[in-house]
Nanobody, 113 residues
Framework: QVRLVESGGGLVQSGGSLNLSCVAS????????MGWSRQAPDKGELIAAI??????IYHRSVEGRFFVFWDQAKNTVTLQMNNLQPEDTAVYYC????????WGPGTPVTVSS
């Protein structure tokens, strides 16, 4: 079983930046993709993913502002979030695809206008 722990959420002003990190432990060698999703009161969406080999994909709502990096040696995936807007306010969850999908407990991000 893969265990995921996120960090780095918090409060930021509109236009600001935040970096989220997620460390994987357990049966992490079975992971073939990692990424981030977010859940707001009215919607949930997978916003960024990166696969073994380095190819990354992004939801159109964050493309060009958010960037995902995966350091496989450190079992860490990072989400760099730039030009944050109030609509980015949500709980952000780390995701790892292994034998089954795995999710972290989430970290809240609040963007004030």
């Amino acid at each position: 079983q893969v265990r995921l722990v996120e960090s780095g959420g918090g409060l930021v002003q509109s236009g600001g930046s935040l970096n989220l990190s997620c460390v994987a432990s357990g049966v992490h060698f079975s992971i073939h993709a990692m990424g981030w999703s977010r859940q707001a009161p009215d919607k949930g969406e997978l916003i960024a993913a990166i696969v073994t080999g380095g190819k990354s994909i992004y939801h159109r709502s964050v493309e060009g502002r958010f960037f995902v990096f995966w350091d496989q040696a450190k079992n860490t995936v990072t989400l760099q979030m730039n030009n944050l807007q109030p609509e980015d306010t949500a709980v952000y969850y780390c995701w790892a695809a292994a034998v089954v999908d795995n999710w972290g407990p989430g970290t809240p991000v609040t963007v004030s206008s």
